[in-house]
């Protein structure tokens, strides 16, 4: 009996802390304004982006990784959740929005990012950022893994923030 209410009593004590750490914004870096360009040629400030919780994937077309994660980001634009596929370290060749078209992707393309994954100090593909609606970075990451769990729980704690923004 005593070993059952000891994994309660931690069971309880880990869910406090998670629950403490989700709700406190401070803990989370601000990502810099970043000026993107999109590959239809438009412009796309991070400003305009605040109210509303997105995701930025870091990508290029030659990575085998990213080409295996982009199911599961689809899925995640599917769902409500804006995702940004920003490509970097590409060929002068390369034509981003249409490989991602042709795979059958609906999310937009920002191009020639290589400036601004810099100053991130982003330099590896695939890396993925979950930014809330007050464009914090909660996540990180730079998972290939389609099925990874936090892929999908970092989603749904954006889109629940979307929800709760809604009621």
């Known amino acids: 009996m005593k070993q059952l209410f ?4 931690l069971i309880f004590i880990s869910f406090t802390s998670y629950s ?11 990502l810099p304004t970043l000026n ?27 990575c085998p990784y990213c080409k ?4 599961a980001l689809q899925k995640i634009d599917d769902m409500g959740l804006k995702v940004i596929a920003v490509s970097f370290k590409e060929d002068d060749d390369a034509t981003p929005a249409k490989a991602l078209s042709d795979r059958g992707y609906t999310f937009k393309t920002a191009v020639k990012a290589d400036a601004i994954a810099q100053q991130l100090g982003i330099r590896g593909t695939p ?4 930014v809330n609606k ?4 909660i996540w990180l990451t ?5 099925e990874d769990a936090n892929l999908h729980l970092k989603a749904r704690t954006l889109l629940h923030s979307i929800d709760m923004a809604t009621e």
Not at 127 to 130: A, C, R, S, W, Y
Not at 142 to 146: A, D, K, L, Q, V
């Open 6 to 9: 000891i994994a309660i009593a």
């Open 20 to 30: 403490q750490e989700e709700s406190t914004q401070e803990t989370y870096p601000k």
């Open 36 to 62: 993107l360009q999109m590959a239809d040629g438009s412009p796309l400030n991070t400003q305009d982006l605040l109210g509303q919780p997105y995701v930025l994937h870091f990508w290029a077309t030659w």
């Open 68 to 71: 295996k994660l982009q199911p």
């Open 127 to 130: 890396t993925t950022l979950f």
């Open 134 to 137: 007050e464009g914090n970075v």
């Open 142 to 146: 730079n998972t290939s893994n389609p």
